[in-house]
């Protein structure tokens, strides 16, 4: 990994309170400090270059699916007329802020209708945030809805089960005012059911100087390639994997002409 958590930008799976995890909602003001824009830049071109080379003719409109705080399109925007959704408004704002040029809409990746479809469609690892198969076949209507025939809809999420592993990561960054560190901690308490945990610890250094302890946990789903394939075949798209360079799948997958 880069050294950004697994849970950067992904928020379309609700808690049971409906609200989702802590990250995205009273925490989203320290997005920057947890997750920093420039840790995005290989991911983004890696993204951008299976797009363009995917799609029948120069993509130039893009809609992204949870962008969160919107690190990816600080570099696709150059190069793509962006759509901006995400589940949770506060990090919306945290994306506004940084991509103030790009439309942004609130919405569940499951559920979201615009009526209008695009020339590709990017979903990064808010796709992770599908606990059932039949969130992950939602998800991947709403990228068929909205993408264009002959455009190409891109998934990356962080594992399929072929390749999890249970790790650790941490990280943080300053700003001269407030500082963020984290410990992210993946495992799977029960491999036969399609979910994993992921723990968070943030310790959060106020501008005063105090800091202070908070945990945060997210449920994640996770399915085999197979699974991954086949709703992708049934919902109308022809998918490839390649790996990227984390060694993670990727699909890539056009949309067949009806």
Known sequence: ??????????????????????????????????????DYAPEAAFARERLVSACERPP?????????GGNNASHLKAHFEMTLTDLSPQMLAVSRALNPECEHIE???RTLRLGRVFDAVFVHDAVGYMTTEDDLR?????????????GVALF???????????????????DGIRGMRYLEWDFDPDPSDTTYLTH???????????????????TMGIFP????????????????????????DVFICVRKRD
């Not at 609700?14 to 920057?32: K, M």
């Not at 709403?142 to 002959?150: K, S, W």
């Not at 990356?156 to 300053?174: A, L, Q, Y």
């Not at 197979?226 to 060694?247: K, M, P």
């Open 1 to 38: 990994m880069s050294g950004k958590p697994n849970g950067r930008g992904r928020n379309d799976a609700p808690a049971a309170d409906g609200r989702g995890p802590r990250l995205y909602r009273e925490f989203a003001s320290w997005w920057r400090l947890l997750s920093a824009d420039a």
């Open 60 to 68: 130039r409109t893009l809609l992204e699916l949870g962008c969160g």
């Open 107 to 109: 919405g569940d990746m």
């Open 138 to 150: 939602r998800a991947i209507e709403t990228a068929h809805v909205h993408c264009r025939e002959g």
């Open 156 to 174: 990356m999420p962080d594992f399929v089960k072929e390749i999890f592993r249970p790790g650790t990561r941490h990280g943080g960054n300053d």
């Open 200 to 218: 968070f610890a943030y310790l959060l250094r106020e501008e005063d100087g105090s800091v202070r302890l908070e945990h945060d946990l997210h």
């Open 225 to 248: 390639r197979g699974v991954w394939l086949r709703l992708l075949e049934e919902t109308g798209f022809a998918a490839t994997i390649e790996r990227d360079r984390y060694e993670r």
